[in-house]
């Protein structure tokens, strides 16, 4: 048997002093609902602290804040904060004043503040949208209605009716308590619509007559009068070049008005019925021997045997008889239409 001796070695530990220099920490007491406790802390390093920015979304310094009539703010961002247009106008709450720019259309006006053309011709008593021009002050209610100072004796179910709107409607945007108006003061009447104005009873009836069978075969002969003829829609364009009996269309708005070209005296009144498709239309004989002719009106304003003027009202644009979108069909006969040598989609001054 052999016997193996193993050898130990002894290999004493050191252990630091209290204050030692690798050991960093130290004591120190705090007290926690009354009762000491331990814990440890490099007196070298500094404790961290709490964040001291308010804004939970720093990155968007600088931004203006949306308030919703001045007293709640309004959402910051939408989903994963993307922003949201703060700029738009017509959602405060509160009636604005626009002044109009280079370029602007009424209907992108009324597009960008979200309320209707007409909203914006009520608030501002504007009879003609031709009169809304560059440097125009428009005032623009913040919905789509009316804009009403209120008299003595008006009620809110007064209102109600006069345009159309809900009582609770009128009573929750204008914040009315107790059904409460004040003469004088200025409210809006959201989905309002003026009242149509009434028609006064013409002083005359306008007497129809005659047919297609007195108005001339002939398409273009005769020589052109230059000059002679004016445009019966002053600002219409041209949407059709010559086409049937020597006519052209000219576009334009539904009960634009349709002046004679020349003088002459009314031959054909027809201010309904299908009529050959020509529908509600109006032949002028004139003094050189020409007629003219204007049809798909939607009002006839002129009698059989009365004598017109050259630029006299005689009818208004419509589509009635066999015609697709509002236009006047206007032809010539015994003469060339003034209007044939004119550009599609243009305006033209007849020659």
């Given at each position: 048997m052999v016997v193996t001796t193993g050898i130990f070695f002894v290999v004493?530990?050191?252990f630091p002093n209290a204050a030692g220099a690798f050991?960093?920490?130290?004591?120190?007491?705090?007290?926690?609902?009354?009762?000491?406790?331990?814990f440890l802390h490099d007196s070298r390093l500094s404790l961290l602290?709490?964040?001291?920015?308010?804004?939970?979304?720093?990155?968007?310094?600088?931004?203006?804040?949306?308030?919703?009539?001045?007293?709640a703010l309004l959402p910051g961002g939408g989903p994963e904060a993307i922003p949201v247009d703060t700029q738009k106008t017509g959602s405060s709450g509160k009636i604005e004043v626009y002044v109009v720019k280079d370029g602007d259309s009424l209907s992108a006006i009324a597009a960008k503040h979200?309320?209707?053309?007409?909203?914006?011709?009520?608030?501002?008593?504007?009879?003609?949208?031709?009169?809304v021009k560059t440097g125009t002050e428009l005032v623009i209610l913040p919905v789509s209605g009316v804009r009403h100072t209120v008299a003595k004796g008006d009620t809110i179910a007064g209102l109600g009716k006069k345009y159309g709107a809900k009582i609770e409607d009128i009573i929750a945007f204008n914040g009315i308590v107790q059904g409460a108006l004040t003469a004088g003061e200025t409210i809006v009447v959201p989905g309002g619509q003026l009242p149509k104005a009434k028609t006064q009873t013409a002083v005359k009836a306008v007497k129809s007559g005659g047919g297609l069978s007195t108005i001339q075969a002939t398409t273009s002969t005769g020589t052109a009068t230059s000059g002679y003829f004016e445009n019966p829609v002053p600002g219409s364009i041209v949407t059709q070049k010559i086409h049937g009996w020597n006519g052209v269309d000219l576009g334009a708005s539904s009960g634009t008005p349709v002046y004679a070209a020349a003088a002459?005296?009314?031959i054909v009144s027809r201010g309904s019925?299908?009529?050959?498709?020509?529908?509600?239309?109006?032949?002028?004989?004139?003094?050189?021997?020409?007629?003219?002719l204007y049809s798909h009106l939607s009002a006839v304003t002129a009698s059989v045997g009365d004598t017109v003027a050259k630029g006299q009202r005689i009818g208004a644009v419509g589509k009635t008889g066999s015609a697709t979108g509002f236009h006047l069909h206007f032809?010539?006969?015994?003469?060339?239409?003034?209007?044939?040598?004119?550009?599609?989609?243009k305006a033209c001054v007849p020659n």
């Open positions: 004493p530990l050191f050991w960093p920490f130290e004591k120190i007491q705090a007290q926690t609902d009354g009762a000491s406790s331990t602290e709490p964040a001291q920015n308010f804004d939970p979304r720093p990155s968007t310094a600088g931004e203006v804040l949306a308030l919703s009539g001045d007293q979200n309320v209707t053309t007409n909203t914006i011709l009520w608030a501002n008593n504007i009879k003609d949208p031709k009169l002459g005296t009314v019925g299908w009529n050959g498709g020509y529908g509600n239309y109006v032949v002028i004989k004139h003094g050189n021997g020409t007629q003219t032809e010539v006969r015994g003469a060339t239409n003034p209007f044939s040598g004119c550009t599609l989609l």
